[in-house]
């Protein structure tokens, strides 16, 4: 393996740590009923109150999907966290954690903003994939107010494991 | 409105994965991710074929706590552990049971398993009006 030592790795993670909410996006579209509908569909599941008005809750991440063809913001806490992660050998990543709450439901009409920080980076450990580390963000979703309040309405807790991937015999 | 007691099982809920069941939910996810709808793609990151993406696996835990508990319910939280992946032909088949209630939040744990294992561990949080503790 080529690149960082640990003790680098872990300087990298503090200091995107300290950067907070370091990076944020506008969701593309407001909350609206045609992909309210169209997710409906697609989980073969109907539910009155999403056919008037509410969203499901678990769409919050949905709402701010970059899109087909778009990025991320390149100072998003994440990504530059994996990014560095790959130049230090760990090139893998597996999806291993989300955890999400739920203030109250969404309303079609509202617009979402999300902020990412990172929240945590715990190795190297030796995982059933090889080894690696665990790289934990944060996401907050907030509806704006004509009133200046920042009401957040949503969050996330997303864990990922970056590591080097075994020999495949 | 359902009354909830810890140890209570849902019933079990099985789901045929088909290449359409993972597409057509990972573009309506606005996830698309080439690994989730195209199979020379994932077969190429070393998959066996596609695999249905983590906005719909948060999705269906939400449908099938929440198909159960009544439409009424509020969800608070949910929080997943996710493990074998969910290819087409293979069958996603849910369990849970009512873990806790406590102050008007129930806490409903649930496993989605496909062949290769459990797809998703985890715990669903939902709030009152629906719960109401049982006092007999």
Not at chain 1, 53 to 79: C, F, H, I, N, Y
Not at chain 2, 114 to 125: A, E, W
């Amino acid at each position: 393996m080529t690149g960082a030592s640990h003790d680098e790795i872990m300087a990298e993670a503090e200091r995107i740590q300290a950067l907070g909410e370091a990076s944020e996006s506008r969701a593309p579209y407001p909350v609206n009923q045609p992909t309210i509908g169209a997710w409906l569909d697609a989980m073969g599941y109907d539910n009155d109150r999403f056919r008037t008005g509410e969203a499901p809750p678990s769409m919050a991440q949905v709402w701010t999907m970059p899109g087909l063809g778009r990025k991320r913001p390149p100072e998003d806490p994440l990504s530059r966290m994996t990014e560095f992660l790959t130049e230090a050998g760990y090139t893998a990543v597996l999806g291993t954690n989300c955890e999400q709450s739920y203030e109250r439901y969404l309303r079609v009409g509202e617009e979402l903003r999300v902020t990412s920080a990172l929240d945590s980076v715990v190795g190297p450990k030796r995982t059933a994939m090889g080894e690696g580390y665990f790289v934990t963000s944060r996401n907050t979703w907030y509806v704006d107010h004509p009133d200046g309040r920042r009401e957040a309405v949503a969050t996330m807790l997303f864990r990922v494991l970056k590591f080097v991937p075994k020999e495949t015999p | 409105m359902r009354t909830l007691t810890p140890g209570e099982q849902l019933p079990e809920w099985s789901l045929p994965m088909t290449p359409t069941t993972i597409v057509s939910t990972a573009i309506a996810t606005r996830d698309w991710q080439d690994v989730h709808h195209d199979r020379d793609v994932a077969q190429a990151a070393g998959s066996k074929d596609i695999f249905l993406n983590i906005l719909t696996s948060n999705g269906l835990v939400e449908r099938y706590v929440v198909d159960w508990l009544g439409h009424d319910a509020e969800l608070k939280g949910i929080a997943i552990r996710l493990g074998a992946p969910a290819h087409p032909y293979d069958t996603l088949t849910f369990r849970g049971t009512v873990e806790s209630v406590q102050d008007g939040v129930a806490t409903i744990a649930v496993v989605g398993s496909v062949s290769l294992g459990d797809h998703v561990t985890g715990t669903v949080r939902v709030s009152a009006p629906v719960i109401e503790e049982r006092t007999e």
